[in-house]
RNA sequence: UGUGGUCUAGCUUAACUGGCAGAGCAUCUGAUUGUUAAUCAGAACGGUUUCGGUUCGACUCCGAAGACCACAGCCA
């Protein structure tokens, strides 16, 4: 029933402040407006219960039909999911309630009646999903997914910034490749010139970090891999710090320290998206420094042990790349994050400077995120040599043209640098505990997936 | 690109060894003063992704194409 408090309400008091759904415990005992879409409605008989979602969260509203007036009532009663509606009514707080707080509805405005939503809140397949990805953002998981990931970025920026890092962003249209130059997106634009969407803003970053010491780049990265995996996007976003007079000790210092920050943000900001999620959050709070450090050739070793258990199927060889098995068996030997470092360098990128104790080995090293979400972070330490990267970029046929700029950094100053890059959406899926990295992001592309 | 799998109503799906395509949800109509993906009653909705074949008869078997999914390689 209603309580006396709201019965002394006329429906044209002046004093119904907007406010948003997140906000409600401040507002408790008064009269408010909210201003959002119908999530659900459930009706039994003079009562209905239309649940309100305005982005902020989700409210149940309760509608006495001696409440409000005719129009009003008929306006409610047979409206269609996701139909547009503004609301005054009395905050309430109530156990029976989800979320705990109740509007006793005293006027309504329908802003739009919908008739036919496509997804309701029964099951539906990925694909149906996919291709209603539009509209399949405003339901609740997606949204705790995508308010994990601004708050992913937000912990990334805020580290970074705090940490005395400098945002100099990496140019996204580029004239050459930085990794494999199979995997890159042209572009039809430049006279005489073929252009490139970015792979990474790492040799940029180089040039950057030698002007401002500690910098990163935070942008949007596009690899024609034809690769379909969980794990993958045809565009994804990346941060990539560089730090000038810094190693590959000083790097794996600094990865440990920022994937410890960003899982602690998460755990703190957001505890109801976890809960939505289903979150096994004790996960996250094992996200603490050290993280093991394991040589490659250790690492080897422990993927030969899981072979000789039979918890391997193939024998892996050293020397090779870890495959996503590898990955995962290695993760799951340890309680956190894991870094494998010094990997052998003719499976890594061109830059990468030399082990000086051991030249066949890089000084790179990858973050393993544990529950065989794999590779969220790569990195290490760059080649200061010029005459080293003149004979790399040779022995990689790549054009030489290109690369002038960043051999100047090799001429004016070269100093010991190192930096990683992270995977936003592999990280935010790690974080929320999800299968594929697609729901990561707002509108997915991938290898088959082009639209909405 | 390779291997394996799936495709039936708007959605999620059932249909035995080849024998009348069946349900739940959504939609529409009504009931219900505390519903929680509400419940109850009623109505309407498909000929099985496409093309070809075998058969008295094909959702079911065979061939091809398409879409999608998983895994692998590659990477963040």
């Known amino acids: 029933m209603t309580t006396p408090e709201t019965e002394t309400h006329t429906p044209t008091s002046a004093a119904a402040p907007p406010v948003y759904i997140d906000q409600l415990a401040a507002h408790v005992g008064t009269t408010v407006t909210l201003h959002g879409w119908l999530y659900n409605l459930r009706s039994s008989g003079k009562l209905l219960f239309p649940q309100l979602r305005d982005g902020t969260g989700v409210v149940q509203c309760v509608v006495f039909k001696k409440n409000v007036s005719e129009a009003v009532w008929d306006a409610l009663k047979h409206l269609g999911q996701e139909s547009a509606l503004i609301v005054r009514g009395s905050?309430?707080?109530?156990?029976?309630a989800p979320g705990g707080f109740e509007i006793d509805v005293l006027d309504a405005e329908v802003v739009q009646a919908v008739e036919g939503y496509p997804i309701t809140l029964k099951e539906h397949g990925t694909e149906f999903l996919m291709d209603h990805r539009h509209l399949w953002l405003r339901s609740r998981r997606q949204h705790a997914i995508l308010k994990v990931r601004h708050t992913v970025i937000r912990a990334v920026r805020d580290f970074l910034d705090n940490d005395g890092f400098t945002l100099a962003d990496a140019p996204i249209l580029t004239p050459a490749a930085c990794e494999g130059t199979t995997t890159l997106f042209e572009v039809d634009y430049f006279e005489d010139e073929k252009a490139y969407l970015t792979q990474s803003g790492q040799l940029y970053n180089e040039a950057t970090a030698a002007a401002f010491g500690k910098v990163y780049c935070f942008g949007p990265t596009f690899r024609a891999e034809r690769s379909k995996t969980r794990r993958h996007l045809t565009e994804f976003w990346m941060v990539e710090p560089e730090m000038a007079y810094a190693t590959l000790d000083d790097v794996m210092n600094l990865c440990e320290r920022f994937i410890s920050y960003i899982a602690a943000r998460v755990l703190d900001e957001r505890k109801e998206e976890l809960k939505v999620l289903e979150r096994d959050t004790s996960k996250l709070e094992a996200i603490v420094p050290p993280f093991p450090r394991l040589h490659y050739d250790d690492a080897v070793k422990l993927l030969h042990e899981g072979h000789t258990r039979g918890e391997l199927e193939n024998r892996f060889e050293w020397g090779g790349d870890f495959g996503a098995p590898d990955e995962t068996y290695i993760s799951q030997q340890f309680d956190r994050p894991v870094m494998v470092?010094?990997?052998?360098?003719?499976?890594?990128?061109?830059y990468m400077k030399r082990d000086p104790e051991r030249d066949e080995l890089a000084l790179g090293v990858d973050v393993l995120a544990s529950e065989g979400y794999g590779?969220?972070?790569?990195?290490?330490?760059r080649a200061t040599s010029l005459e080293y990267l003149e004979a790399q970029i040779k022995a990689e046929e790549l054009p030489r043209e290109s690369f002038e700029w960043y051999l100047d950094l090799r001429r004016y100053g070269s100093v010991p640098h190192a930096g990683f890059g992270m995977g936003i959406e592999r990280c935010t899926a790690w974080m929320c505990g999800i299968e594929h990295v697609r729901e990561t992001i707002p509108f997915p592309r991938m290898l088959y997936r082009l639209r909405p």
């Open 341 to 350: 470092h010094r990997y052998p360098a003719a499976v890594k990128a061109f």
């Open 375 to 381: 590779e969220v972070i790569g990195g290490g330490e």
């Open 91 to 96: 905050v309430r707080a109530d156990e029976r």
